[in-house]
């Protein structure tokens, strides 16, 4: 029995793509460190649902520590990696660069070396279209983005090189993803859909930086986890986007579909607009669509009317958990 070793595993996206891997039978290695970049409450919710899976395993372990995993990589037979794992989020990434470091580039670098030392072949590295920052959307992978525009941005950057590297030097095979404003049930707290759910439940007021008018290209989670599947297949060494690929919701809309969902009135509070976040994200999927036959299922309106349902069915865990 092989295992696909799925890191971040108690994350949103790596909790999602390991539940729809176990559904389809297959073994799963999850390894998560459990960091406390946001509430823990909600990775250990998210481990609790994977747990009832028999062919499922778990490891509390630190990417960046290259021994453990060397362990791991001894014991398991493994066959491909989905490697999500990472510090996530533009802005806390200018307050500590360095954990960012270890986790998007020093974790990526130790699971490549182990890769190419025990003859794994596959791996699926989650990147952002936050590498596209000062390009004019949409955009498309063919871009050059050699403007990074905080801290995370360069470290998915930097991690998608050396996945280059490793399949230049010892053809490794690497899909790498790049992700855009994904959500869905059981999302990350630091994130606007989570926050602004759980706000307008609770009457607190909503913080929104800048004037609301900030577009995202908004993806939910089935559908990326379908895609981050798919994104298995040999391909060489691709870079594909993952994304709505619709016209961008901003801010503003965003909040007027969940006040319609939850028969509730935000009331909104305004920051400045933060220099390292970008106005306007958008996806060009072709390539999505060529290489992986894939494109998004879910349109917001839907995807947000099954937020809001998780939300009110864990209203206790959402109402625990801070943001
Ligand atoms: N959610 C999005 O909108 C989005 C958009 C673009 C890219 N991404 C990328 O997708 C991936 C998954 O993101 P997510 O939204 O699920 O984030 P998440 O923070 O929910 O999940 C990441 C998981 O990785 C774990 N982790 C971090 N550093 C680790 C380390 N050194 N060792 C072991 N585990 C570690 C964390 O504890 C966390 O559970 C990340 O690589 C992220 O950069 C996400």
Known sequence: MKYYLVTGAAGFIGWRVSEFLLKEGKSVLGVDNLNNAYDVKLKEWRLSQLKNYENFKFYKLDLSNFEAIRILFEIYPIKAIIHLAARAGVRASLENPWVYVDSNVTATLNLLEL???????????????????????????????????????????????????????????????????????????????????????????????????????FTYIDDIARGTILALKPLGYEIINLGGGRNPISINQMIEILEKLLGKKAKKEFYPFHKADVMLTWAEIEKAKKLLGWQPEIDLEEGLRRTVEWTLENIDLVRAIKV
């Open 115 to 217: 890769m190419k030392d025990s003859g794994v072949k596959k791996m699926v590295l989650a990147s952002t279209s936050s590498v596209y920052a000062g390009h004019k959307p949409p955009f498309h992978e063919e871009l050059k983005v050699d403007t990074p525009l905080s801290p995370y941005a360069a470290t998915k950057k930097s991690s998608e090189l050396l996945a280059y590297t490793y399949h230049h030097l010892y053809g490794l095979d690497i899909s790498v993803v790049r992700y855009f404003t994904v959500y869905g049930p059981a999302g990350r707290p630091d994130m606007s859909p989570f926050r602004f759910i759980k706000w307008i439940y609770e009457g607190t007021p909503i913080k929104i930086y800048g004037d609301g008018t900030q577009a995202r290209d």
